[in-house]
């Protein structure tokens, strides 16, 4: 079950990974705002019902979706799939701007787009 968690978890930050750096106006030298980080949902992660009586501790406390939302998902992301973006940590400002009222949660597009010199993306 952990090993399928995490391939999960690393495909998931992948395809993020994969879908800022293709956003029109990417740099890699724009730091990158995540909005919402905590929120984050894996709309093609399968439920496996053969693993849904097993209990681990580390991958308890959300079963939709435990390693997406881990607290060091970062890291994560930095270790696993090798990206490891400039990070805006105080994102209060992006949050009230209309443009990014107006975006839509990701994945859907949209969610993820270049605002005031830096890439915002939006859970």
Do not use: H
């Not at 952990?2 to 993020?16: C, G, H, P």
């Not at 093609?44 to 209990?55: G, L």
């Not at 787009?113 to 859970?123: G, L, M, P, S, T």
């Amino acid at each position: 079950k952990a090993n399928f968690l995490q391939n999960q978890a690393i495909s998931y930050f992948t395809r993020l990974a994969a879908r800022i750096e293709s956003v029109p106006g990417y740099s890699p030298y724009l730091p990158v705002a995540f909005l919402n980080e905590d929120a984050k949902q894996d709309f093609n992660a399968p439920v496996i019902p053969e693993f849904e009586r097993i209990r681990l501790i580390p991958y308890l406390f959300n079963e939709k979706s435990p390693l997406i939302n881990n607290y060091a998902w970062k890291n994560f992301m930095r270790m696993w799939c090798d990206y490891s973006p400039i990070v805006i940590e105080n994102v209060e400002s992006f949050e009230k701007l209309p443009e990014v009222m107006a975006m839509p949660r990701y994945p859907l597009e949209g969610s993820i787009r270049v605002v005031d010199e830096a890439v915002v993306v939006k859970f």
